[in-house]
C-alpha cells in the first residue's frame, strides 16, 4: 500500500534562513510527486510537481525539491525564507494519472523574526 | 481563469441534521474531487467524478454521505444526518484530467462545526 510520511509535524525556522521539508513515501513504482501549501482558511495551492526527468524540480515562490529514488525521498526546499511562508506544507503522492492524491500529515512553518 | 467555488465557507449545525456543500470546478475540468480535511491532517479523498460518473467512491461512508454531479459540471455533497465527528473542512478539486499530470485545483473548502 502506498503511503507518504512527513516526520517533521512542526518546524520553526527564522526570517531569511534556509528551509527543508522532509517527505518519505512509500509506493511499488516512481510515483508522481507532489508538494502543497495551505495558508489559513485557504485552499491547497501547488507549489511543483515531480513525474519523471529532472530530478531537481523548481517550483513557485523560489521552493525546490529533489525526488531521491534511493531513499524514496522528495524533500522541499528554499534557501531563504520569508514571513510570508509560514504556512501549512503537504507532500502527496499519485499512483496514477487519473488524480488520486494520498496526503502526508503535513508540517507546519513558523517564521519567526 | 476563476478558480474552484465552494459553498457555503463555514456552516455551523447541530448533530443529526443534514447538511450540503457545494462546489463548481473550474471551467473545462472533467475531473471532480471531495476531499475529507480533519484538524492537523492531509485531506482524504472521499469520492473522485469523471465526468458525471462517481469512479472511486470507496472511501465515502455511504450510510450518511451522498454525492452528486449530474451534469458533470459542479457537484453537491451531502451528510445527513451529521455526527459530532463529521466536524472538518470539506475540500473540493479539479482536474483537466490531462493524462500525466495529476495536477489538482483546490478551492478554498467549508469548514464544518457539528454541535
Known amino acids: 500500500a502506498q503511503s507518504v510520511t512527513q516526520p517533521d509535524i512542526h518546524i520553526t525556522v527564522s526570517e531569511g534562513a534556509s528551509l527543508e521539508l522532509r517527505c518519505n513515501y512509500s509506493?511499488?513504482?516512481?510515483?508522481?510527486l507532489f508538494w502543497y501549501v495551505q495558508s489559513p482558511g485557504q485552499g491547497l495551492q501547488l507549489l511543483l510537481k515531480?513525474?519523471?526527468?529532472?530530478?531537481l524540480v523548481q517550483g513557485i515562490k523560489g521552493f525546490e525539491a529533489e525526488f531521491k529514488r534511493s531513499q524514496s525521498s522528495f524533500n522541499l526546499r528554499k534557501p531563504s525564507v520569508h514571513w510570508s511562508d509560514a504556512a501549512e506544507y503537504f507532500c502527496?503522492?499519485?499512483?496514477?494519472?487519473?488524480?488520486?492524491?494520498?496526503f502526508g500529515a503535513g508540517t507546519q512553518v513558523v517564521v519567526t523574526p | 481563469e476563476a478558480g474552484v467555488v465552494q459553498s457555503p465557507r463555514y456552516k455551523i449545525i447541530e448533530k443529526k441534521q443534514p447538511v450540503a456543500f457545494w462546489c463548481n470546478p473550474i471551467?473545462?475540468?472533467?475531473?471532480l474531487y471531495w476531499y475529507l480535511q480533519n484538524l492537523g491532517q492531509g485531506p482524504e479523498l472521499l469520492i473522485r467524478?469523471?465526468?458525471?460518473?462517481?469512479?472511486?467512491d470507496s472511501q465515502l461512508p455511504k450510510d450518511r454521505f451522498s454525492a452528486e454531479r449530474l451534469k458533470g459540471v459542479d457537484s453537491t455533497l451531502k451528510i445527513q444526518p451529521a455526527e459530532l465527528g463529521d466536524s472538518a473542512v470539506y475540500l473540493c478539486?479539479?482536474?483537466?484530467?490531462?493524462?500525466?499530470?495529476?495536477?489538482?485545483?483546490f478551492g478554498p473548502g467549508t469548514r464544518l462545526t457539528v454541535l
Open positions: 515531480y513525474f519523471s526527468g529532472d530530478t
Open positions: 471551467s473545462g475540468h472533467n475531473t
Open positions: 478539486a479539479s482536474s483537466g484530467g490531462l493524462a500525466g499530470t495529476n495536477e489538482q485545483f
Open positions: 502527496a503522492v499519485g499512483a496514477d494519472s487519473w488524480g488520486k492524491l494520498q
Open positions: 467524478y469523471e465526468n458525471e460518473e462517481a469512479v472511486d
Open positions: 509506493y511499488g513504482a516512481t510515483p508522481y
